[in-house]
């Protein structure tokens, strides 16, 4: 174990203390993050599960979702479950990445199904719903709070437990590109990296696995995008006659949004998917200038500053003037 | 100055002490990288210049190619030529990642333009031909190597160097994917995020002004992946027709081959681009078990293990008919 001093406010240094006990008196643990889990959630809960194991501790992993087949490689997920064995109650559940309980999906298995909750989160709008709320909005990744309790258990941290939080820090950061990269977050991976851990290796499994059907549809999206006259809003839309066309599946579209997102003069990139249902699901994102949550907002959708969505029962057609419609009205001067 | 010892072997740090020797002696300065220079030259030359600058030192920059407008954000490219002011002879040459003096597109102005020649490279194939050689094939980019001088200068490090050294390490190594990043690499963006640099910025200034015409080639060009039956080769082209509808130009198809060597399965990723003059320019990119550049090499071309390239005086048909002929030859079990 690597000793090291956690720089941080006092408030969260002493729920870290607690965090450390509660987990030092427990043995039955339950791990969860919020539903469709992403690198980050499911980072964190490989990492967090291969160290309380370590530590001679019985652990649960159940998430709403599957782990997606991106996140295959991630050690000890092919245990991770997607139903919790009913009845059974735990002495700690650790909710990580779970700004409120409603975004687990439901997963803890009965009303005060753990006598703890420890709730790590790095999202500023966290309800603090934990017995110990560890809320450290200054970590670019709840990866990075994880690796703080790595660092302070009593067990030896690996190479295993290394690919769990590189995935974490890479995925929630855009590859270290968003704004909430600190200094921090370049010295743990420094650290994760002098365990031995393989950037090669990580990238290969985390970007270099596209499918053959999601490259074909993504040049069938980017080739029909469309800019307002200012090039201030790009959007483009993917049918289910494109997917057919493709042979994609509707969730292989995660990522289209941000290539039109990065397309010059472009504030606001919004991606309209028609469903297998009929329903259009509207995607905003900015880069910061407009505030996309109220433009989703205001159409019954929600989200952040940067990016929004609203899912609308309508035709992509309807959807689409609707949804231009707004956004030109919302980038308006005002009078 | 941050005073920190140069953690490299032996020879290496003679010749770093001998850069400090001669740059100290010297008052005028010609810097210059490889033709057609990316984002670790031109990072370089940014760095470095404000860096010798503030010695008090005149520093000339020329390159065989002008500034590309992604990289206009760099401190002090404005001031860079394209062509050397005739008859000069400069106290000190500096090659920034110029693994040999061809590749600098002969714009030193005359034969012995410089007293000394400061050979800065990270490729191991240099050719050794200054007459100081630093030469770090462990550094993930001449960036890093920069680094290094400017911590040991006589000049405090500001936000401004580290724009130019951030954009040198983020740029050549994929936003830290590739396999020759180390944690000595993430150390060092550490510190430059410590100086103030913000990451948002960088981000924006870097990935997120992709011309609108060029998202749309990209399109056209991924619709249209072909692949070998086994799905170990991904090919894909660029015609002068495709420029034309798209309204984009030839030099903005550079990263395209990326997106298809991230395909699940492609061991060996083609791209063929019809030039203007009628011929076609072929590059391939590997995983790094195929090596490219024998591929490359039996085809007239050059280039590395992972990334190599020939240019074929033929017509696309021809070429591609060629090429995947020579492919699926290297691809066979040996028998």
Known sequence: ????????????????????????????????????????????????????????????????????????????QETFLTQAPPGVIYDVAI???????????????????AREIINLDHHVFNTRYGTVNLIDPTAAAAGEQVWDLLMALDCPVDKAMAIGIYTAIATDTGQFKYPSVTPRTHRVVAQLLELGLEVGFMNEQIYERVPRAAMRLLGMALEKVAYNA????????????????????ENQTENFINYVRSVEGVQVAIFFQEMSDGRVKVSFRSRGRVDVSA?????????????????????????????????????APKS
Request: charged fraction near 20%; aromatic fraction near 6%.
């Open 230 to 249: 200012a090039g201030t809003v790009g959007w483009f839309a993917v049918t289910q006659d494109m997917l057919r066309a493709a042979g994609a599946a």
């Open 1 to 76: 174990m690597v000793e090291q001093k956690l720089e941080k406010d006092p408030a969260y240094v002493r729920e870290f203390e607690r965090t450390l006990d509660v987990i030092d008196r427990a043995q039955t643990f339950f791990l969860t993050t919020h539903l469709n889990p992403d690198g980050d959630g499911l980072g964190c809960e490989s990492a967090l599960s291969l160290a309380l194991t370590c530590l001679g501790k019985t652990v649960t992993v159940v998430n709403a979702h599957p782990v997606p087949a991106v996140y295959h490689f991630l050690p000890n």
């Open 95 to 113: 909710m990580l990445e779970c700004p409120d309980e409603q975004r687990s999906g439901g997963v803890l298995p009965i009303p005060g199904g």
């Open 295 to 331: 433009l989703a907002y205001a159409l019954g959708g929600g989200g952040h500053k940067r990016a929004a969505g609203v899912t609308l029962t309508q035709s992509l057609a309807e959807a689409q003037a609707r949804v231009l419609a707004a956004v030109e009205t919302s980038l």
